[in-house]
């Protein structure tokens, strides 16, 4: 299972060691210890350290060498939970989410709150014909709209990373698979360049037209700092807002 991420730099790492280490034994979190916005150390759980020492695993593993997943009982799944239920690391990114699209949305509805009370002056100032208050007041509410836009933008990207399933291959082949309007079942697809000179999905028969299958290779679940979705193109090299 692909672990909760988290980059913070040394002075914070420093600071809060007791916490970090407890994260990565309960949580199986791994803390990038940064400088300069540059990672540089890392704080992970013990089996993670150790895995460079095990024997090789004879199952099947995706391209991080995590075990490919059996597939759920309906397509789409986004986590298979086994008898004990879901892992430290699922439940400990679901709720990181959960609070920063908690904090987006709650940011969203109180600055909304406050310009529909702003709203609400102009209406009455311009039941008082006092045109001046209400051009004013409308000239207030302009520069504000960018914070609940910014955080309902933030809020979807959150939602669309909470419920973005994971990627389904086929068994046999272990080319990619999806279910497809107009298609029963399960086919394998891939991205090829139409008739009319454009890429797009193709659904096609293997070769030895054996029956697609599938199991989950776990997505990889991109962390969340400071309320938002760390995008992957985010340059990591940018510099920290503290210093080491």
């Given amino acids: 299972m692909t672990a909760v991420e988290y980059d913070h730099p ?15 034994k309960d949580g199986g979190a791994i803390t990038y210890v940064t400088r300069n916005g540059e990672r540089v150390a890392a704080v992970v759980p013990l089996p993670v350290a150790e895995r460079g020492s095990r024997p090789a695993d004879r199952t099947a593993l995706d391209s991080r060498g995590e075990p ?4 759920p009982a309906a397509p789409g799944g986004r986590f298979t939970w086994d008898a004990g239920g879901p892992t ?8 990181a989410g959960l609070e920063a699209l908690h904090a987006q949305l709650a940011t969203a509805t109180a600055e909304s709150v406050a310009l529909l009370g702003i709203v609400g002056q102009a209406l009455a100032a311009v039941s008082d014909r006092h045109m001046g208050t209400v051009e004013d007041l409308l000239d207030s509410i302009g520069p504000r709209l960018a914070v609940p836009e910014g955080a309902l933008s933030d809020a979807v990207e959150l939602y669309d990373e909470l419920t973005r399933p994971d990627d389904a291959l086929c068994v046999t ?27 797009a999905t193709q659904v096609y028969e293997p070769d030895d037209q054996h029956t697609p299958e599938p199991t989950y290779v776990p997505r990889t679940r991109r962390a969340f700092a400071d309320g938002k979705v760390v995008r992957p ?11 080491a």
């Fill in 10 to 24: 040394i002075r914070r790492v420093r600071d809060e060691i007791a916490s970090v280490v407890d994260r990565a």
């Fill in 68 to 71: 490919l997943r059996p597939a």
């Fill in 88 to 95: 430290p690391q699922e439940v400990e990114w679901t709720r």
């Fill in 173 to 199: 082949c272990r080319e990619p698979i999806g279910t497809f309007y107009g298609h029963e079942g399960w086919q394998h697809y891939r991205m090829a360049v139409n008739e009319h000179g454009i890429n």
């Fill in 233 to 243: 193109y985010d340059d990591p090299a940018a510099p920290a807002a503290e210093e």
